[in-house]
């Protein structure tokens, strides 16, 4: 129940009325039992918003599209991950100071070492925006050899520099076949579901794909990689993980991933029918 006691936490974003992350965070609030509620704030002008979040108390706050590196000037303090990837995805306020964290890249680690063993392991990176600079440091933390693609080269040339990866300016300059794909463009999200970042003639079923967009879960990626026979993992895994750290970094209490999991696939059938209809042309990927 809402009270005079209550703590609020939201996300930041624009657009942000596709977000899963309400969904998330309050039936993990009232599971737990925290006196806590968490909303999404459409923001258009980022510095009224964040005076708004001190003014008020706003005790924690998950940031996506565009804000994650344009928060950065507005926080206290960021946590070191957080500064190495140049991305924050959650704030958090303590003792009156907001402190900025990535946990992007822990979201994206934990759905893959579900599947697999990461060190030494050849990685085919594909984007260079911001979930992909987080995806890129977690798999160097695993000591995993990492080649970035992107559709604009300078961007994966920059990142593969500062993050001790290889950069390959057409998926033809591979010579290491990858055992893992990961996309994280934008290639496949509604409304473009027609679109994959990569030929199908690409995949074999040695590799393991993940794909962190999750309208649709089921991307074209995704469909002609279980045509291949890889392993796949959808979009909802990545969201679920950055959520739990997030949860933790928030209340210290750590919410169950599985149960997280259950209730989006649930939040997303329940939506099913009218997404296209409903969210307007808004898509979401699986970090935020
Ligand atoms: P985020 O911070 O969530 O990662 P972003 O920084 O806007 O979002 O990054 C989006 C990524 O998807 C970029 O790598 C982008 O490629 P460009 O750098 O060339 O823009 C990539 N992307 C978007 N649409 C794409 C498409 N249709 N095909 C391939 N890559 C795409």
């Avoid at 291949?228 to 739990?244: F, K, N, P, R, T």
Wanted: net charge negative; hydrophobic share 40%; charged share 20%.
């Amino acid at each position: 129940m809402i009270d005079a006691y209550t703590r609020l936490y939201g996300i930041i974003g624009n657009p942000v009325r596709h977000s899963l992350s309400p969904a998330i965070h309050n039936g993990v609030f009232e599971r737990m039992g925290v006196n806590a509620a968490y909303v999404a704030f459409e923001v258009s002008n980022l510095a009224d918003a964040m005076a708004g979040v001190r003014a008020l108390g706003v005790q924690g706050l998950s940031v996506t599209v565009p804000f994650k590196e344009e928060v950065i000037p507005f926080l206290d303090a960021l946590e070191p991950t957080a500064e190495k990837i140049g991305a924050v995805n959650t704030i958090a306020s303590e003792a009156g100071r907001l402190v900025g964290y990535n946990t992007d890249w822990f979201g994206a680690i934990e759905a893959l070492q579900e599947k697999a063993e990461l060190e030494g392991k050849m990685v085919l990176l594909l984007g260079a925006g911001g979930a992909a600079r987080a995806i890129a440091f977690g798999l160097r933390q695993k000591g995993s050899r990492v080649a970035i693609w992107n559709r604009s080269p300078e961007k994966a040339k920059v990142l593969s520099e500062e993050m001790g990866c290889l950069h390959i300016p057409q998926l033809s300059a591979i010579d290491i076949p990858p055992d893992i794909i990961i996309n994280a463009t934008s290639a496949g999200m509604w409304p473009h579901t027609s679109q994959s970042p990569l030929p199908q003639s690409y995949l074999n079923s040695k590799m393991l794909v993940m794909d962190i967009v999750y309208t649709p879960l089921n991307t074209r990626l995704i469909r002609e990689a279980e045509g291949q026979g890889c392993s796949v993992i959808d979009g909802l895994e990545m969201l679920a993980h950055q959520a739990v750290r997030q949860f933790e970094i928030w209340t210290g209490m750590k919410p169950s991933a599985t149960q997280i999991k259950e209730d989006l696939r649930r939040a997303l059938e329940s939506r099913n029918r009218p997404i296209h209809t409903q969210w307007e042309g808004r898509f979401s990927r699986g970090d935020s």
